[in-house]
Nanobody, 125 residues
Framework: QVQLVESGGGLVQPGGSLRLSCAAS????????IGWFRQVPGKEREGVGC????????DYADSVKGRFTISRDNVKNTLYLQIDNLQPQDTAVYYC??????????????????WGKGTLVTVSS
């Protein structure tokens, strides 16, 4: 069974940085695209970005461009979201997700197959 466990969230001051991790198990890592999403209570879940199995990256939210970077470590089977210059508006629960991507062309907006439980990021002074 595929399992995803996020970590690295917490309280950070505006302008600070965080690196979220997502430990993955139970799958062939290189065959999956990575998606990072976030959700604020009462609002729709927002796609942050996507990294295909061929490491082609796409930023979906204009507000995160230039500040959020998705990466993977195939040896450790771990996914990452580096967030720089955090702002209060970035406060949300952040989720990692996977989708089968055998040819390296997957668009995460087409839906994901596996989801983690999320990790809370709070940006406040």
């Amino acid at each position: 069974q595929v399992q995803l466990v996020e970590s690295g969230g917490g309280l950070v001051q505006p302008g600070g940085s965080l690196r979220l991790s997502c430990a993955a198990s139970g799958f062939t890592f290189h065959d999956y695209a990575i998606g990072w999403f976030r959700q604020v209570p009462g609002k729709e879940r927002e796609g942050v970005g996507c990294l295909s199995s061929s490491d082609s990256s796409t930023d979906y939210a204009d507000s995160v461009k230039g500040r959020f970077t998705i990466s993977r470590d195939n040896v450790k089977n771990t996914l990452y979201l580096q967030i720089d210059n955090l702002q209060p508006q970035d406060t949300a629960v952040y989720y990692c997700a996977l989708a089968l991507d055998l040819d390296g062309t997957y668009d995460c907006r087409d839906g994901m197959d596996h989801w983690g439980k999320g990790t809370l990021v709070t940006v406040s002074s």
